[in-house]
């Protein structure tokens, strides 16, 4: 997200730097208070869906025809409150509310299924009412199809479900709990740029 914001102006290059760094404009969990073009504050898990609903809801009132996206990430969808909003979006007909969840299996402290097994995560937001998608999340043309599918689908709430790998590309952070929230150091920083082929050897 902070890519984007540096790309779109809000942020600099510069501040790119401030990644995790107390007092940064770059935290770990997003703040408005510190972070220009964020609209909402970010830190504890399953909150944001709430918010997408809001603003999705506002939109309608103001007759704005706006989409409204959220990201969430699946040890997010956990959480209760996911659920509870997911249910109030479909009652709602919230067809401008958008989600991509990104299926990389991997939360904070360790592979999500061994904290909480999921089971089945499109039949649960099928149950709810919502229009589901799945993707390879490493495809782009699969990507801006399913980009194509949330825009288009409008009769209630979509998701799209990007099955991802994180690390993807890195070696030695592809699938591994251990970089879910740790930055890597400079020799492993310059062994991914590598991998990554954004410079040579």
């Known amino acids: 997200m902070y890519a984007i914001l540096a790309e779109m102006g809000f942020i600099s290059e510069e501040d790119l730097k401030s990644y995790r760094v107390l007092g940064g404009v770059c935290q770990g969990h997003v703040d408005m208070k510190w972070c220009p073009g964020v609209d909402f504050s970010a ?35 956990q959480e209760g409150s996911v659920w509870e909003a997911a249910m109030a979006a479909r009652h709602h007909e919230l067809g401008n509310l958008n989600v991509i969840l990104d299926r990389n299996r991997i939360q904070n402290d360790d592979f999500c299924e061994t904290q909480m097994r999921m ?81 040579k050897a």
Not at 121 to 145: C, L, R, S, T, Y
């Open 43 to 77: 830190g504890s898990l399953g909150m944001g869906l709430s918010f997408g609903m809001g603003s999705a809801i506002a939109g309608r009132l103001a007759g704005s025809e706006r989409q409204i996206y959220v990201m969430l990430g699946d040890g997010e969808i």
């Open 119 to 199: 089971f089945d995560i499109p039949a649960k937001w099928k149950a709810f009412g919502w229009n589901v998608k799945e993707i390879d999340g490493h495809n782009m043309e699969e990507v801006v199809d399913g980009m194509n599918f949330l825009s288009s689908t409008n009769d209630g709430p979509s998701i799209l479900i990007a099955h991802t790998v994180k690390g993807h590309g890195v070696s030695f952070m592809a699938d591994n709990p251990a970089f879910h929230g740790a930055a890597p150091n400079d020799e492993q920083y310059a062994q991914a740029m590598v991998e990554l082929g954004e410079v």
